[in-house]
Nanobody, 122 residues
């Protein structure tokens, strides 16, 4: 019953900006870590950014200084603000929820959204 729904992808010119959103349902959002991944055709899926339940963030070197991950626990939503976009940023972007379950004696478990396409082209 856990669902992650991404939105905000589209076509943008190099140097432009997009803001991706991912809204979770069917799970307690505020106590869990979130991440964005992306996958381009013919390439492996790569981690783009993470944000913990308490707000600590990390970024891939390729997007550092250009992308910002944030969360709004009241809306059960995580965002990825993407600025100064490059053609190499073209990919399907996936929202990832890392369910923290140590407090009930279980290992973490991942949930994934369906993906949203980002195309950067002139």
């Amino acid at each position: 019953q856990v669902q992650l729904v991404e939105s905000g992808g589209g076509l943008v010119q190099p140097g432009g900006s997009l803001r991706l959103s991912c809204t979770a349902s069917g799970i307690i959002f505020s106590i869990n870590d979130m991440a964005w991944h992306r996958q381009a055709p013919g390439k492996e899926r790569e981690l783009v950014a993470t944000i913990t339940n308490f707000g600590s963030t990390n970024y891939a070197d390729s997007v550092k200084g250009r992308f910002t991950i944030s969360r709004d626990n009241a809306k059960n939503t995580v965002y990825l603000q993407m600025n100064s976009l490059k053609p190499d940023d073209t990919a399907v972007y996936y929202c990832n929820l890392i369910e923290i379950r140590r407090h009930i004696g279980l290992a973490p478990r991942d949930y994934w959204g369906q993906g949203t396409q980002v195309t950067v082209s002139s």
